[in-house]
């Protein structure tokens, strides 16, 4: 009698990842933006999260740039909390990239970072906030 496959759902499919901050934010003032990883499989973990903050002309990070997060229960979630300020032009600027990428070495996989606050371009993958001067 065969056994059916034993199919391991890959991480990067039930990891959800959204960054929430402000439409509106002061030249040369630091805002904060919040990043929230959540796992929606029922049993599977996520043991090898990790985030990393791209460089931008129009911005700059505050604190690390490159996070791993712990393990990541069933149904858990973690926010982190990140602060950034605009540098250098007024008007629309998109948000330097957030990457977040599941599993070690080669089989590492990029899962989607979405925005339900800040507006997004018509590719929907720049995050945009409109920089007013200071």
Known sequence: MDLPSLSIPRSADYIDAAL???QRVQLLKP?????VVT???ATAAAPAVTVQLASDDNF???GPRHIKLP???PGGQWSLPLSMTALAQTGWQALPSVHIADGPGDSQREI??????ASETERGQDILVYVQPG
Do not use: D, R
């Not at 805002?31 to 990043?35: D, G, H, I, K, P």
């Not at 989607?112 to 606050?117: D, E, I, L, P, W």
């Open 31 to 35: 805002f904060e933006v919040s990043l």
């Open 71 to 73: 393990l990541l229960l």
């Open 60 to 62: 700059v990070w505050e």
């Open 112 to 117: 989607a970072v979405h925005s339900t606050k």
């Open 20 to 22: 929430y901050g402000p």
């Open 39 to 41: 796992n929606t499989h």
